[in-house]
């Protein structure tokens, strides 16, 4: 069973940084598409970044680019998101997840297979 282990989240103000790690359990990690995405209270679950199985190809959500970067240990079995200049709307939940599939690591949250519980990431001003 594949066990996705997210730490790293708490609170932090505007301007600030924060890194969440995902820790996996030991499967094909490095032959999979890892993302994180991100949920705010009362809307949906949205991408934030993805990642390629051999970590050389990355995936940002627009909006996020130049914010936010994604990047994987293969040997370690660990996914990390380095947050830096967050804003009051980064605030939500972070979710790490896998893709059974090696390609099209830029699915929607639906094309995810295996999800952590979530850390949460509080922004004040």
């Known amino acids: 069973q594949v066990q996705l282990t997210e730490s790293g989240g708490g609170s932090a103000q505007a301007g600030g940084s924060l890194r969440l790690s995902c820790a996996a359990s030991?499967?094909?990690?490095?032959?999979?598409?890892m993302g994180w995405f991100r949920q705010a209270p009362g809307k949906e679950r949205e991408g934030v970044a993805a990642i390629a199985p051999g970590g050389g190809i990355t995936y940002y959500v627009d909006s996020l680019k130049g914010r936010f970067t994604i990047s994987r240990d293969n040997d370690k079995n660990m996914l990390y998101l380095q947050m830096n200049s967050l804003k009051p709307e980064d605030t939500a939940m972070y979710y790490c997840?896998?893709?059974?599939?090696?390609?099209?690591?830029?699915?929607?949250?639906?094309?995810?297979?295996?999800w952590g519980q979530g850390t949460q990431v509080t922004v004040s001003s």
């Open positions: 997840a896998a893709r059974a599939l090696s390609s099209n690591c830029r699915g929607s949250p639906t094309e995810y297979n295996y």
């Open positions: 030991t499967y094909a990690f490095s032959t999979s598409c």
